[in-house]
């Protein structure tokens, strides 16, 4: 590394940059200047305080660059005792994540990718467990009712997606004359209405007409429709929308 003298000299800000002098866009300048010179690599314009040789900077730490214009990257560090307690406090940090994780400076990448293949694992093994529990919950929350030859599957669960919703509704109108109505309080409160594929309803327009009761909206297709609703204890009063529209 070399230590390169730095050279300032004062000048009218036109001849300066005549000289070769890099001058920031963002930057305002009076009509003298400061020239800053290192080496045969570095000339800007420059109003701050600056040290006498390059070497005096000591340890530098890069903490961001950016672009300020064609050609011209702005560089932000850390130097001297500031940047060598921060270097020092991350390599800290750093020993006590490899402690956390099991792990070292060899092999850190190789055991991130293995933990986070283990999290995904179990995410997709507590997934599958609660698709069981909404199944469950399902057998003895879901009601059956025929209405004018309509088998009207309806209930209130206390924990499910949209997905779990749609799960449990696909089980029931694969079966013919199906209409299934589901509600979920939690973790949003979201109602699903759909139909088997040999019914005519459309879906999506009775889905305006019972979530009005329960202050919601929703759409979809002619077949399933979903969405969200303000008011769960308003319920009885959309399904009673549903089964008039099926007795017609």
């Not at 009509?31 to 040290?51: M, N, Q, W, Y």
């Amino acid at each position: 590394m070399k230590n390169e003298e730095i050279f300032v000299k004062e000048l009218p800000y036109q001849e300066a940059i005549k000289t070769g002098a890099i001058a920031i866009f963002e930057e305002k300048y009076g009509d003298v200047v400061r020239v800053i010179s290192a080496g045969d690599f570095s000339k800007e314009l420059c109003g701050g305080t600056h040290v006498k040789r390059t070497g005096d900077i000591g340890y530098f730490k890069l903490i961001s660059e950016s672009s300020v214009g064609a050609g011209i990257r702005r560089i932000i560090a850390k130097a001297g005792r500031k940047a060598v307690r921060e270097a020092y406090e991350d390599s800290q940090l750093l020993k006590a994540i490899y402690q956390e994780i099991g792990a070292n400076k060899q092999n850190l990448l190789e055991r991130l990718t293995a933990l986070k293949e283990e999290l995904k694992e179990k995410d997709n093994h507590i997934q599958t467990l609660k698709s069981k529990l909404v199944r469950l919950e399902a057998k003895s929350s879901v009601n059956l009712e025929q209405i004018n030859g309509i088998k009207l599957y309806w209930g209130i669960l206390e924990e499910a997606s949209l997905d779990n919703l749609r799960e449990i509704a696909d089980s029931y109108r694969q079966h013919p004359n199906t209409v299934v109505f589901l509600v979920s309080k939690s973790p949003k409160k979201s109602i699903l209405i759909a139909r088997s594929k040999d019914l005519n309803y459309d879906m999506k327009a009775i889905i305006k007409d019972i979530a009005k009761p329960m202050e919601g909206s929703g759409g979809g297709r002619e077949d399933l429709a979903q969405g969200g609703v303000q008011k769960i204890e308003t319920f009885n009063s959309a399904l009673e929308v549903l089964k008039s529209i099926l007795s017609k």
